[in-house]
């Protein structure tokens, strides 16, 4: 089986490298040279962008594509082009966040989603070249844009086109920093300041997990929309495993969300995991997942992500994280 991987040296598309390998698929990447990640023997790279021509693709033939970088439905109309009409699944990783309104509990693959309009378009077309790769380039537009995308492949590809609508993605390696952030900040020990109710719900899977199923859904010749993100549970059980494999004498300090507002604390992008106390996202941390569990979607234990991560940070404490509390602000919470 000949897999092609678009994202093969980033976080989820290095996993789906890793497991593809592992299932005896003839692995190829196409990247445009700028990241570096270790990758299992064998593995093929072509060089180029699919922001751009390719022809590095003509003479090529593959099985599976895996694309995990597409932001605009351009980017992947130009890549189906390329790789030809042979293909037996295309998997697009999507979001979550292609349903925009979590109003309501427990959305489902079934749920209308809305697709970009032509200003969302527009905004896709002005992002420059360099941070065509960067979702956050995208703004509020991220979601309806990934819709489009699905969309895209559908009208391409009908039947062959699988489309993961990811959560919360985790694990060594995670370039948000939001569960890295906590696993850093416990290690280091003392009060923390935690969102208020201790049984928020809190979705999320380690992207190997996610990685597994993309190929085993490619394999399977599933089709259609999958949510793929963990069952929900408590922040507070999330957390408290963290205390327990890290073996720090942290001590968690749940702070109301009022009084955290009142420290100029901002959610999700200083305290991680915190999801903003509006209506739209109320159940962002509650989608149902049973259409992937039934069709394959595995978990492997809390303890190994966790203890995975903890490892990796250890070994990466100078790097700066892109999210979470400055120590003011934390004492102004636990005040």
């Given at each position: 089986m000949r897999s092609l991987v678009l994202g093969g040296t980033g976080f989820l598309g290095g996993a789906i490298v890793d497991a593809a390998a592992?299932?005896?698929?003839?692995?190829?990447?196409?990247?445009?040279?700028?990241?570096k990640r270790h990758l299992p023997a064998g593995t093929r790279v072509l060089q180029g962008d699919r922001h751009g021509p390719l022809d590095v693709l003509e003479n090529e033939r593959f099985d599976f594509i895996f694309d995990t970088c597409a932001f605009a439905p351009d980017a992947v109309k130009g890549l189906l082009r390329a790789a030809g009409p042979d293909i037996r699944r295309y998997v697009f990783v999507s979001s979550i966040s292609a349903y925009g309104d979590f109003s309501t509990p427990g959305l489902s693959e079934t749920e209308p989603v809305a697709t970009a309009d032509e200003?969302?378009?527009?905004?896709?077309?002005?992002?420059?070249?360099?941070?065509?790769?960067?979702?956050?380039?995208?703004?509020?537009?991220y979601g309806p844009l990934k819709r489009a995308c699905e969309i895209a492949a559908q009208q391409m590809l009908g039947e062959k086109a699988i489309l993961l609508r990811s959560g919360l993605l985790v694990g060594a390696g995670d370039y948000t920093d939001r569960l890295t952030w906590?696993?850093?900040?416990?290690?280091?020990?003392?009060?923390?300041?935690?969102?208020?109710?201790?049984?928020?719900a809190i979705q999320l899977i380690d992207a190997r997990d996610a990685a597994e199923f993309a190929v085993h859904a490619a394999v399977s010749e599933l089709s259609g929309v999958y949510n793929v993100t963990g069952r929900p549970m408590p922040l507070s059980a999330l957390l408290e495993e963290a205390i327990r494999v890290s073996g720090s004498d942290a001590e968690l300090v749940w702070v109301d969300e009022r009084k955290l507002a009142e420290a100029g604390i901002q959610a999700w992008s200083e305290l991680p995991l915190m999801?903003?106390?509006?209506?739209?996202?109320r159940y962002f941390?509650?989608?149902?997942?049973?259409?992937a569990h039934r069709n394959g979607l595995c978990h492997r234990p809390l303890p190994d992500t966790l203890e995975r991560l903890l490892r990796w940070d250890r070994l990466n404490r100078e790097r700066p994280l892109k999210c979470g509390l400055s120590r003011e602000k934390e004492l102004a919470a636990l005040s």
């Open positions: 592992d299932a005896g698929h003839v692995v190829t990447i196409l990247s445009r040279g700028e990241t200003a969302d378009l527009e905004v896709a077309r002005n992002v420059a070249p360099g941070s065509r790769a960067d979702a956050i380039a995208y703004g509020p537009s906590w696993m850093r900040r416990i290690d280091e020990g003392g009060r923390i300041p935690a969102p208020a109710p201790r049984e928020r999801v903003p106390a509006m209506p739209s996202f941390m509650q989608v149902d997942t049973e259409k």
